[in-house]
């Protein structure tokens, strides 16, 4: 059976799925605004914000997916982290990791999850890495765009993009 779209385009369609959707949703939003008028206009204006929010998100998350094809399988369930690799593997619970760094001093360049003594490493190109994109938005405090423009560098250097704060004790609460 022979394809309609081509397999390229038909990725490029997929990578970019939720900034189309959004985009269609503008549409049918400007159309139920400058068009009907009444009630229609208030649900257009309504599909306007939800489809610019979906663009601006979609945006954020067509530049975190990169290639596939890489070694490896990432899975993310319940709050946790498991990459299932040919040769290591483990998991980490986002509530306990401490810190999130992207290494690129390899071949490929690999994310490093650290929870306490735990320490897994993931190729940015494994299988199933679009899911953490979310579970890497659930870090307190971590700056999206900031992970976004150091995945998308070109650097030879290993990179922290977040770590915990420290909790303070209670004595340095206290006068």
């Excluded at 980490?92 to 650290?114: I, S, Y």
């Excluded at 150091?150 to 915990?164: E, F, G, K, M, P």
């Amino acid at each position: 059976m022979t394809q309609f779209i081509r397999p390229e385009v038909q990725a490029a369609l997929w990578r970019w799925r939720e900034v189309l959707a959004g985009a269609l949703l503008v549409v049918l939003g400007l159309w139920g605004i400058l068009g009907p008028g009444g009630l229609v206009a208030l649900v257009g204006i309504l599909a306007v914000c939800v489809g610019l929010g979906l663009c601006v998100i979609g945006a954020q998350r067509t530049r975190f997916r990169g290639d596939t094809g890489g070694v490896g399988s990432v899975d993310v369930d319940e709050g946790q982290v498991i990459y299932f690799g040919p040769m290591t593997g483990g998991a980490v619970a986002l509530r306990d990791m401490t810190e999130l760094a992207l290494l690129r001093t390899g071949v490929t360049a690999h994310w490093r999850l650290t929870a306490g003594k735990e320490t897994v490493y993931i190729p940015i190109n494994a299988d199933g890495t679009d899911a953490l994109f979310d579970a890497f938005a659930t870090l307190p405090g971590l700056r999206t765009e900031r992970m976004l423009g150091v995945l998308n560098q070109d650097t030879a250097h290993d990179t922290v993009i977040w770590s915990r704060s420290p909790v303070r004790s209670i004595d340095d609460r206290l006068h």
